[in-house]
């Protein structure tokens, strides 16, 4: 697992090291990043009501789950609310894999991606946009990505942990890896609904099932090689990364056995903690200290999941992070903003931090 030092040394641009500047000189460590929070753009929720999802009391719900109204001017203001200074903003599941032909996906796609560039050129100092793919068609996926980080200059990429049972580690996303791995690309990952849906029993699939949708992402990875061949793009898992903390150990042990590849432990347990993991829904004191003990402090990361997560309920779990985690203040720094931007060298340069 790189150090933090190696970390910035990979990740911040290099005229922050030629002076000895360093970004903890130029951010407070109380300075919120928010890497993530959704957008909800009124042409994304049409789709998806015209694609069948529910609308009770006319409220949309994707996954069981309700769809909060959103606006530009409400993001801002709960923002502001929480003490939030700057948030990448991207598309929650099931983001426009529900559409079925390439051509409506990839349409839908640069249209919301379209609005996100226009949010982030109204607020610079505030947003940042994560591209959405219109996976899992993978030539208009790369043409996409190549258009967002490329042309329009997106701080980075949003991934799901499946579009329509294809998860991430499938080689036939190798194309989209290998594009965004030539980047050095930076990449949030949200977990989707799995096409087992039955296993929620009729409750909500966000409930359980998209903490072990990350699971199965993070897994597949790891058993088809697709991480190790692909190691330069930085990735951010929600929810403090589903159960990984918890099963990584078993996941290794098991990937150590001939039949399914036999993968050293030591290299194994590496790769699962060579991610960053978001804290949303996750600031319990026992979340917290897993966290902590598994990646350490450098790569964990801001999340509030707003406006999915009400801003109340987001504000409770902001304020619980340093008392349940037990964090000194330069920890908070790194989690609060520091390791966000070590992730986003893009937010570094929208800052004028170097």
Not at 9 to 30: F, K, M, Q, R, Y
Not at 94 to 104: D, H, I, R
């Amino acid at each position: 697992m790189p150090s933090l030092l190696q970390k910035l040394l990979l990740g911040i641009p290099l005229a922050c090291l030629a002076t000895g500047h360093t970004l903890t000189d130029s951010v407070s460590s109380n300075y919120k990043i928010d890497v993530h929070s959704h957008v909800v753009p009124s042409i994304w929720r049409e789709e998806l009501i015209s694609a069948g999802y529910p609308v009770k009391n006319d409220t949309l719900y994707t996954d069981g789950f309700p769809v909060s109204d959103w606006t530009l001017d409400s993001h801002i203001t709960t923002m502001n609310s929480l003490g939030v200074n700057y948030s990448t903003i991207s598309v929650s599941a099931p983001g426009v894999f529900f559409l079925k032909e390439a051509k409506k996906a990839k349409s839908l796609a640069r249209r919301v991606n379209l609005l996100l560039h226009n949010y982030t050129r109204t607020y610079p100092t505030r947003l940042g946009a994560l591209c959405l793919l219109p996976l899992p068609y993978v030539d208009e996926a790369v043409e996409e990505l190549k258009f967002c980080l490329d042309t329009l200059g997106f701080v980075g990429v949003g991934l799901y942990t499946n579009a329509n049972g294809t998860y991430l580690g499938d080689k036939s996303l190798d194309p989209v890896f290998s594009a965004l791995d030539k980047r050095n690309a930076s990449v949030f990952v949200h977990p989707a609904s799995p096409e087992c849906t039955s296993v929620a029993n009729g409750w909500p699939i966000p409930m359980t099932e998209y903490p072990f949708d990350t699971v199965r992402a993070i897994e597949n990875m790891l058993l088809t090689g697709q991480r190790a061949q692909y190691p330069d793009i930085k990735m951010i898992f929600a929810h403090g990364g589903g159960a990984i903390p918890f099963l990584a150990t078993r996941i290794a042990g098991m990937a150590s056995l001939p039949w399914l590849g036999g993968l050293p432990v030591p290299e194994s347990l590496a790769q699962l903690a060579g991610y960053y993991f978001d804290t949303a829904a996750s600031t319990s004191a026992i979340q917290l200290a897993a966290l902590k003990s598994f990646i350490g402090t450098d790569q964990i990361v801001v999340g509030t999941d707003y406006p999915y997560v009400p801003a109340s309920q987001a504000s409770a779990g902001l304020s619980a992070i340093q008392g349940n985690g037990n964090f000194t203040t330069v920890e908070m720094g790194q989690i609060n903003n520091l390791n966000a931007l070590t992730i986003f060298p893009r937010i570094v340069k929208a800052l004028k931090l170097h």
